[in-house]
């Protein structure tokens, strides 16, 4: 028999009590037990010795997304077990073997998980200055431990779970606050190696990788090239502008494509059939703030730097 086709606002309902096997309206559908924002899972049911339990995604991805998701709670029924797991990856579900090998390794991180973000909640509360936030943080971390109690209850794990006494919270505080240390320490020590591999980089050495800040910096190299449709193993040398994010572009387009932005500093400008060549990249805008060449943001203090080390302006 035919199925009636169903409205917007019946979809969650249909994916929450799973009397349909799969629907598509707009930018969200279900399949089975997963329930989908464009290609992100946002939420899975998952039924566990005779009890229902609904997977929430825990992560923000966009502001239509988390329209999604507020309608995706509404059709999940209001004495239903939910937990919230974290971020999920593009596409797909909540695989259990995305967090361990078997379902109760899963659910092992699961609830360290929820004891981690009430730690960090209590943590934040005592750095409030206002009494309001403060107790919306203990609110939230006691909401994050029912959910620990809720995990350790239905698969039955054998740890305990900090009660509300001043002593149980005051050892979660320490342990959430000896982690950021660490956290902290590790930082430190990786921005000091990235430091000294850009300062390498700059000097010219090879250096394996790319860097992630976001700053993008610039450096000439010479790449020796062989003609494909040459049988002369002789090695022509090709001068080459590379930057921080592992891209390189001829350095005559580079200096040419310098010389047009500045030029349309002040006005500013947009790609719109009208094209700047970097090479095989092109300019995508031109602002008072910097030049944006696909990935590539990049800053007139740093572009201006390197262009009168490369005497291109005075």
């Known amino acids: 028999m035919k199925q009636q086709r169903l409205k917007a606002h019946e979809y969650p309902h249909a994916w929450a009590h799973q009397t349909r096997n799969c629907g598509t309206s707009g930018n969200i559908s279900f399949r089975g037990r997963c329930y989908y924002s464009y290609d992100t899972c946002i939420g899975e049911v998952l039924d566990v010795k005779g009890t229902r339990v609904f997977l929430i995604n825990d992560g923000y991805y966009s502001s239509s997304t988390s329209s999604h998701q507020s309608r995706m709670h509404a059709g999940i029924p209001q004495d239903a077990v939910r937990i919230r797991v974290p971020k999920a990856s593009w596409g797909g579900g909540f695989p259990l073997s995305r967090y361990a090998d078997t379902r109760k390794q899963w659910a092992k991180k699961i609830f360290e ?3 981690e973000k009430a730690a960090e909640l209590f943590v934040s509360a005592e750095k409030r200055r206002k009494q309001n936030t403060r107790a919306y943080d203990i609110v939230q971390a006691h909401s994050w431990l029912e959910g620990a109690r809720e995990v350790k209850r239905i698969f039955n794990i054998r740890r305990m779970v900090p009660g509300s006494s001043e ?3 005051a050892t979660m505080q320490a342990a959430a606050r ?3 240390r660490a956290d902290a320490a590790a930082l430190k020590k990786r921005q000091a190696r990235e430091k000294e ?12 990788g790319y860097f992630p800040s976001t700053r993008v910096l610039f ?4 790449i020796e090239t062989i003609s494909p449709f040459s049988f002369s193993t002789d090695r022509a040398s090709e001068k080459v502008i590379e930057t921080t994010k592992g891209a390189s572009v001829p350095y005559e387009e580079g200096e040419k494509a310098f010389k047009i932005a500045i030029k349309l500093r002040g006005k500013g400008w947009r790609s719109n059939g009208e094209q700047i060549k970097l090479g095989q990249y092109s300019v995508s805008s031109v602002n008072e703030t910097g030049v944006i060449a696909g990935c590539h943001n990049m800053k007139w203090d740093d572009l201006i730097a390197f262009a009168k080390k490369e005497e291109w302006i005075k």
């Open 113 to 115: 998980y929820q004891l």
């Open 167 to 169: 002593e149980s919270l």
């Open 197 to 208: 591999r850009l300062t390498r980089w700059l000097a010219g050495e090879k250096v394996s």
């Open 178 to 180: 000896a982690t950021a």
């Open 219 to 222: 450096r000439v190299v010479h």
